[in-house]
C-alpha cells in the first residue's frame, strides 16, 4: 500500500530564513509520481511540481527546490529566503503510474507560517 | 494550463437537505474525476472516484447511498450530499485528471450543515 508521511505537522519561521519541508513516502511499485501542493487559507491547491521516479534530479524553480532521494524513499522541499506569502498548508503527495488514471494520495500536510 | 472550475465555493444548508456540488473541466475532457474531503487542519481524503458513463468506485468507509456521484459527460463530475447533517460539514475538492498523470483541481466547496 501506498503512503505519505509528513512528520512537521507545523513549522513558524521568520522571513527571509531558509525552511526544508520533509516528505517520506512508501509504495511498492517502481514506476510513480510525487507532488508537492499549496494550499493557501482561500483552500485551493496550488500545484508545484510533479516528479517521477525514473528522474532524481533534484529541481529549482526560483526560491523552490526540490530534493528528490529514491535511497531513503524521500521528497523534501524547501523554500530560500522564505517571505510571508509562502504561508500556507503544504502537501506531499504519491500517485502509482498506471495506464488510466491514477489516484494521489496526499500526506497530512505541514502548515508554514512566515512570520516578518 | 488546465482550470477546473468547482461551483458553488460555499454553501450553508438546513441539516436533512440534499446539497449538489459540479465539478467542471473546462478546457480539457475529463474521463475520470476525483472527489476528496477535508477536514479543517486535517488532509485531503479521497472519497471516490468519477469514471464517465459508469458506476463511481468509492474509497472504504465511504457511504455510496450518501454521496452520490454522477459524471454524465466528460466535462462533469457532481458530487450530490444527500440527507446532510452537521458532520458532513467539510471542505470538498474535485480534481479531473487530463492524462500522462496531469491532474488539475477545482477551488473546493465549503459545506456547513446547520
Known amino acids: 500500500a501506498q503512503k505519505v508521511t509528513q512528520a512537521q505537522t507545523e513549522i513558524s519561521v521568520v522571513e527571509k530564513e531558509d525552511v526544508t519541508l520533509d516528505c517520506v513516502y512508501e509504495t511498492r511499485d517502481t514506476t510513480y509520481y510525487l507532488f508537492w501542493y499549496k494550499q493557501p487559507p482561500s483552500g485551493e491547491l496550488v500545484f508545484l511540481i510533479r516528479?517521477?521516479?525514473?528522474?532524481?534530479q533534484n529541481e529549482i524553480s526560483g526560491r523552490y527546490s526540490w530534493n528528490f532521494q529514491k535511497s531513503t524513499s524521500s521528497f523534501n522541499f524547501t523554500i530560500t529566503a522564505s517571505q510571508v506569502v509562502d504561508s500556507a498548508v503544504y502537501f506531499c503527495?504519491?500517485?502509482?503510474?498506471?495506464?488510466?488514471?491514477?489516484?494521489?494520495?496526499f500526506g497530512s500536510g505541514t502548515r508554514l507560517s512566515i512570520r516578518p | 494550463g488546465a482550470v477546473v472550475s468547482q461551483h458553488p465555493s460555499r454553501v450553508i444548508c438546513k441539516s436533512g437537505t440534499s446539497v449538489k456540488i459540479e465539478c467542471r473541466s473546462l478546457d480539457f475532457q475529463a474521463t475520470t474525476m476525483f472527489w476528496y474531503r477535508q477536514f479543517p487542519k486535517q488532509s485531503l481524503m479521497l472519497m471516490a472516484t468519477?469514471?464517465?458513463?459508469?458506476?463511481?468506485?468509492?474509497e472504504q468507509g465511504v457511504e455510496k447511498d450518501k454521496f452520490l456521484i454522477n459524471h454524465a459527460s466528460l466535462t462533469l463530475s457532481t458530487l450530490t450530499v444527500t440527507s446532510a447533517h452537521p458532520e458532513d460539514s467539510s471542505f470538498y475538492i474535485c480534481?479531473?485528471?487530463?492524462?500522462?498523470?496531469?491532474?488539475?483541481f477545482g477551488s473546493g466547496t465549503q459545506l456547513s450543515v446547520l
Open positions: 480534481s479531473a485528471y487530463q492524462g500522462y498523470e496531469k491532474l488539475f
Open positions: 503527495a504519491l500517485s502509482e503510474a498506471g495506464s488510466s488514471a491514477s489516484k494521489i494520495i
Open positions: 516528479r517521477n521516479s525514473f528522474d532524481e
Open positions: 468519477s469514471n464517465e458513463g459508469s458506476k463511481a468506485t468509492y
